[in-house]
C-alpha cells in the first residue's frame, strides 16, 4: 500500500489549498480514506474522513471550511481547504486502514501565515 500526498505549501490566512493523496496497493473503491494533521508539539488529529459509499465526517474546526471528496477512478481522495487560519498550520496526511493494518502516507507541509 502506498499512499503519495500532494498539494500543501504556504498561503495567507484566507488562503485556499487542495491537497491530494493517490492511492495504491488496495481496491481504492473499498477503501475508506482520511485526512489527519499534526501540528507543532501536537498529537496527530483527524481533519476528515470519507466512507467507501462517499459519507464524510470531519473535525468541528473545520466544518463549512473543508471537503473531503474522492475519484474512484483515480484512486485519489482530496481536501479542498478554504479560509484557511494559521492554527491549520501542520503537516497533513493521507491515511487508510486496509486489510487490518493502518496506512499513513509521508504528509504534505500546510503553512498558513497571518
Known amino acids: 500500500v502506498h499512499l503519495v500526498e500532494s498539494g500543501g505549501g504556504l498561503v495567507q490566512a484566507g488562503g485556499s489549498l487542495r491537497l491530494s493523496c493517490a492511492a495504491s496497493?488496495?481496491?481504492?473503491?473499498?477503501?475508506?480514506m482520511g485526512w489527519y494533521r499534526q501540528g507543532p508539539g501536537k498529537q496527530r488529529d483527524m481533519v476528515a474522513t470519507i466512507t467507501d459509499s462517499g459519507t464524510t465526517n470531519y473535525v468541528d474546526s473545520g466544518k463549512g471550511r473543508f471537503t473531503i471528496s474522492r475519484d474512484n477512478a483515480k484512486s485519489t481522495v482530496y481536501l479542498q481547504m478554504n479560509s484557511l487560519k494559521p492554527e491549520d498550520t501542520a503537516v497533513y496526511y493521507c491515511?487508510?486502514?486496509?486489510?487490518?493494518?493502518?496506512?499513513w502516507g509521508q504528509g504534505t507541509q500546510v503553512t498558513v501565515s497571518s
Open positions: 496497493g488496495i481496491i481504492f473503491r473499498n477503501a475508506a
Open positions: 491515511s487508510t486502514n486496509w486489510a487490518l493494518r493502518t496506512y
